[in-house]
């Protein structure tokens, strides 16, 4: 959690959290960043699953992890939200350990995978002619 920056004085304070994570936090006994950090991600949303806390996503996993890096939670480095997910004891998700941050591929009709930002790129090309 070294930003080389004063650390932040509340849970609120780190990036991608916000009063709402706060106060899930508290209520499993995690007030500070400090602890947050000691605790570490996949443990404290263990706790806060065992809790049975509303709310508590894969997402949240991958944002309370990006808070201790102080980064946005899709900026998480590669592999990063897999070894999260297998830290707390998740099974694996289609999208942990994607190489870039909302990626998805899906199959062409030949079987071949075929990327979001290119099934984009074919609906903005006009239909051929049907002869």
């Not at 947050?36 to 809790?51: C, F, W």
């Not at 102080?70 to 099974?91: F, I, Q, T, Y």
């Not at 909302?102 to 049907?130: E, F, H, V, Y």
């Given at each position: 959690?070294?930003?080389?920056?004063?650390?932040?004085?509340?849970?609120?304070?780190?990036?991608?959290?916000?009063?709402?994570?706060?106060?899930a936090?508290?209520?499993?006994?995690?007030?500070?960043?400090?602890?947050l950090d000691?605790?570490?991600?996949?443990?404290?949303?263990?706790?806060l699953?065992?809790?049975?806390?509303?709310?508590?996503?894969?997402?949240?996993?991958?944002?309370?992890?990006?808070?201790?890096?102080?980064?946005?939670?899709?900026?998480?480095?590669?592999?990063?939200?897999?070894?999260?997910?297998?830290?707390?004891?998740?099974?694996?998700?289609?999208?942990?350990?994607?190489?870039?941050?909302?990626?998805?591929?899906?199959t062409?009709?030949a079987?071949?995978?075929?990327?979001?930002?290119?099934?984009?790129?074919?609906?903005?090309?006009p239909?051929?002619?049907?002869?």
């Amino acid at each position: 959690m070294d930003t080389g920056e004063a650390p932040a004085r509340r849970i609120r304070d780190l990036r991608g959290l916000g009063p709402a994570s706060e106060r899930a936090l508290a209520r499993v006994g995690v007030r500070t960043p400090e602890q947050l950090d000691a605790l570490g991600a996949a443990a404290a949303y263990r706790l806060l699953v065992d809790a049975g806390t509303p709310g508590v996503t894969r997402t949240f996993l991958w944002a309370l992890a990006g808070a201790l890096l102080d980064l946005d939670r899709r900026e998480l480095p590669p592999g990063e939200e897999a070894a999260l997910e297998r830290d707390a004891g998740l099974a694996p998700s289609t999208r942990a350990g994607q190489l870039g941050p909302n990626r998805s591929t899906r199959t062409s009709a030949a079987g071949k995978p075929r990327s979001t930002s290119s099934l984009l790129a074919d609906s903005a090309k006009p239909d051929d002619p049907q002869t």
